[in-house]
């Protein structure tokens, strides 16, 4: 009695080996994600690795969006601008010496305030009373915001023994405008409708004839 030996074609083994093979690559695929780098072997340096969420996460327990800033202006309001400031009269004791010792007040001085806070310079004068003290409120082309542009200075003397202006505390060069801390309190229910600036300190004239020595 022969053995009958039936043999498949090589073709067919072939190709049930290869269905084989592509049936285990798909459940392998299947099973795990496959991630594509565009640019193997590169990081980005702004990228904070301990900040990175899973896309589609929810915000952790208790915490809540930041509410967004709303307009805030670091502005203060608008206020016209008043300037004060005192003059002298040196002695001739003292003259051409930086200093205010032995001087007395200077009536009648007049005192200038420039502005460079549009295409024109604005200058509005004053005179100082009795004690040399002058007080100028200036017009409502110059507010506080603005007032950085502006300058003080001295101008004349009507004392002709008295008449030589010096740039002690920037009389000559003009003097920047200090707030005073202390505002004049309103003299009625409303305040007051400026903001008191002050010169660097008091001007002050040389003599212009003192007697020999």
Request: one cysteine or more.
């Amino acid at each position: 009695m022969g053995f009958i030996s039936h043999k498949l074609p090589i073709d067919m083994i072939c190709v049930v080996s290869l269905l084989f093979i592509m049936s285990l690559t798909l459940n392998m695929v299947s099973s795990s994600e496959v991630v594509y780098d565009d640019h193997p072997g590169e990081f980005d340096d702004d990228v904070d690795f301990d900040e990175i969420h899973t896309v589609g996460s929810s915000p952790s327990p208790g915490s809540s969006p930041a509410p967004a800033p709303g307009p805030s202006s670091h502005l203060p309001p608008r206020s016209l601008v008043a300037v004060q400031g005192v003059v002298y009269c040196k002695p001739c004791k003292y003259h051409g010496i930086a200093t205010l010792l032995g001087a007395t007040p200077l009536p009648g001085a007049i005192v200038r305030l420039a502005c460079n806070n549009s295409r024109y310079t604005i200058r509005e004068e004053t005179k100082t009373d009795k004690n040399g003290y002058f007080f100028l409120q200036a017009s409502k082309r110059i507010t506080t915001y603005g007032v950085h542009k502006c300058k003080m200075f001295l101008v004349s003397s009507p004392v002709n023994t008295c008449n030589k202006p010096t740039d002690l505390h920037f009389g000559l060069s003009g003097s920047n405008l200090i707030m005073e801390r202390k505002q004049p309190p309103s003299l009625t229910a409303s305040p007051v409708p400026y903001t008191l600036y002050s010169t660097r300190g008091p001007f002050a004239f040389d003599p212009t004839s003192c007697p020999q020595t």
